[in-house]
């Protein structure tokens, strides 16, 4: 069964960092590629980024280039989402998922639980 | 970057209906359209991809159609568990954007 379990969320202030962490089981993690989408409180799902499966391919929506780095680690199974000068417009829970297939890459098929970023002062 | 639109918004139906929502793209993105499920303060679900290919696990009553800029979700004998809020996206081109959402009450 696929299982992805994220982790690192919390309440941050305005400008600090935070990095999300992905651990995933239930499948060849260093197969697919991988990707965060988040919600924003009462509001519908952003993409946020995809990464390929050995990281030579990765992509993110305009407002977090710059800011926020995605990166995997095959040999510990884990995705991860580090997030730095973080704003107010950044709070949202945080989906990890899984492609749908090896084939259909680019979206998920598969989702984590979520992960709450709250960034205030 | 490719908007997404769809309508209706919110819409509610009786167990047993036949419901169809629809999403339109600013421009042309072939096949390349996924929708999601989403209950309130759960993950998304994801329900098709390529425009008309179930996701495993998912039943038979939903189904998707379309290309270009025009596609639809259908479902079918509508159960109590599909109240849920239903999202489109396309994957056509960087970035992957998704529709706004419409929120579906039985």
């Known amino acids: 069964e696929v299982q992805l379990v994220e982790s690192g969320g919390g309440l941050v202030q305005p400008g600090e960092s935070l990095i999300l962490s992905c651990a995933a089981s239930g499948f060849s993690f260093s197969d697919y590629w991988m990707t965060w989408v988040r919600q924003a409180p009462g509001k519908g799902l952003e993409w946020v980024a995809n990464i390929n499966q050995h990281a030579t391919e990765v992509y993110y929506v305009d407002s977090v280039k710059g800011r926020f780095t995605v990166s995997r680690d095959n040999a510990k199974n884990s995705l991860y989402l580090q997030m730095d000068a973080l704003r107010a417009d950044d709070t949202a829970v945080y989906y990890c998922a899984r492609a749908v297939n090896v084939v259909v890459s680019a979206i998920p098929g598969y989702w984590g639980r979520g992960a709450l970023v709250t960034v205030s002062s | 970057d490719i908007q997404m639109t769809q309508s209706p918004s919110s819409l509610s139906a009786s167990v047993g209906d036949r419901v169809t929502i629809t999403c339109r793209a600013s421009?042309?993105?072939?096949?390349?359209l996924a929708w999601y499920q989403q209950k309130p303060d759960t993950a998304p679900r994801s329900l098709i991809f390529a425009a008309s290919s179930l996701h495993t696990g998912v039943p038979s009553r939903f189904s998707g159609s379309g290309s270009g800029t025009d596609f639809t979700l259908t479902i079918t004998n509508l159960q109590p568990e599909d109240s849920a809020t239903y999202y489109c996206?396309?994957?056509?081109?960087?970035?992957?954007?998704f529709g706004q959402g419409t929120r579906l009450e039985i």
């Open positions: 421009q042309p993105i072939g096949v390349w």
């Open positions: 996206q396309q994957y056509n081109s960087y970035p992957i954007t």
